[in-house]
């Protein structure tokens, strides 16, 4: 069986001998060593100050929407996976959704001016798939009106624009360290603030708002364990690695496919991309099912990513956006991950356009 995308796991004795020092130490949550000494990491990899590791890439969009103040509406992406989104109403706001464009699949800036309100005090945007959103253009607005930004980069790891980390963008960027994620905790994610003010405030929210028996905000349990962090020492220094094995079958798909299927194009040089998804368009909805039922049959599973558009969510009443709604009808994610072989990519490959002729 082949799936969308496959755990990355390294050898169990490197796992181990990591988490072992943990084990001796008897100290196996609460900002423990490893915990800490994968945090420093982060930061050099990511070439960022301010991170915070956690507990999953949900509960720091959540404390980004709290740190931040933000009570009011949300200009968000109706793109992405559904946490972007119910994080926003868990946290008693109200998101406005922004038609996305057909470049990259982010928010279109130009949408923006007429859904703006007295109430709209920030944009969660997403780079989806990797793929940066328009940075530019969403600070220029935010600057404008007196916007705050948080940038969901749950599938940003390892991607680099203007030879920066794409999670160092915005005043509050995220990133989810899950098990099917690029690089992954097991559970896990980040959170990379622009200000010391709002890091400090994170800090403390991580902890349950206290510091020792002084209660100084309210906040939350967004800690997480030695365990975890093991995992991201064990994988951090493969990261370059297992991009590397993913471009390439990238590159195999694109060969095969290029003239079957559509692809998202970021169009920008200034990119250093990570190769996360492999996104297609189809040119219709039953194309899509008729390609996805006929990789069933072969026990290949592949993912609808996105779908639905997040504004149709049964309970949201929202607005409409027309241009996510057609896309994510017709997106569909095949599988890539590093050890998926040659032959399969070829084997999908031949299948789809089977399928589709
Ligand atoms: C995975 C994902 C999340 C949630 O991350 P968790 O670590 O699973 O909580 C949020 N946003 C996007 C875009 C994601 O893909």
């Known amino acids: 069986m082949i799936n969308v995308t496959k755990t990355f796991l390294p050898d169990f004795d490197e796992y181990t001998t990591i988490l072992k020092r943990a084990w001796d130490r008897g100290w196996i949550t609460n900002n423990g060593e490893l915990v800490r000494e994968l945090e420093e990491k982060l930061k050099e990899f990511l070439g960022v100050s301010n991170l915070l590791f956690c507990n999953n890439g949900t509960i720091v969009l959540q404390m980004a929407l709290k740190a931040l103040n933000i009570t009011g509406e949300v200009l968000t992406t109706p793109f992405s996976y559904v946490a972007t989104t119910t994080a926003i109403l868990w946290e008693n706001c109200t998101p406005v959704f922004v038609d996305i464009n057909r470049r990259n699949f982010g928010v279109d800036v130009e949408q923006m001016e007429r859904l703006l309100t007295e109430r709209t005090q920030a944009i969660l945007a997403t780079h989806v798939y990797g793929y940066p959103s328009d940075i530019e253009k969403i600070g220029l607005f935010a600057e404008k009106n007196n916007l705050k930004v948080i940038y969901d980069g749950a599938h940003a790891f390892g991607v680099k624009y203007n030879n920066k980390s794409l999670l160092s963008y915005g005043d509050v960027s995220t990133c989810s360290f899950h098990a099917t994620k690029l690089f992954h905790t097991v559970e896990g994610g980040c959170v990379i603030c622009q200000d010391e003010e709002t890091y400090k405030k994170m800090f403390l929210y991580r902890q349950f708002g206290h510091s020792y028996d002084d209660y100084i905000c309210m906040g939350i349990n967004g800690k997480n364990s030695e365990f975890h962090a093991a995992m991201g020492l064990a994988l951090l220094p493969k990261v370059g690695d ?11 798909y694109d060969s095969l496919l290029s003239r ?25 909805e039953d194309k899509l099912l008729r390609c996805k ?35 994510s009808r017709r997106v569909l994610c095949l599988p890539l991950f590093p050890d998926l072989a040659e032959d399969v990519v070829r084997e999908i490959s031949a299948d789809i356009i089977f399928s589709l002729s």
């Open 242 to 252: 297992l991009i590397r094995r993913r471009k390439a079958l990238t590159e195999l």
């Open 260 to 284: 079957v299927v559509e692809r998202p194009d970021p169009g920008l040089s200034n990119l250093e991309y990570n190769f996360g998804y492999y996104p297609v368009l189809f040119p219709s």
């Open 293 to 327: 039922a006929n990789l069933e049959k072969k026990q290949i599973f592949t993912r609808r990513y996105f779908y639905p558009s997040l504004n149709e969510l049964p309970y949201l009443k929202a607005n409409s956006c027309p241009i996510s709604e057609e896309i």
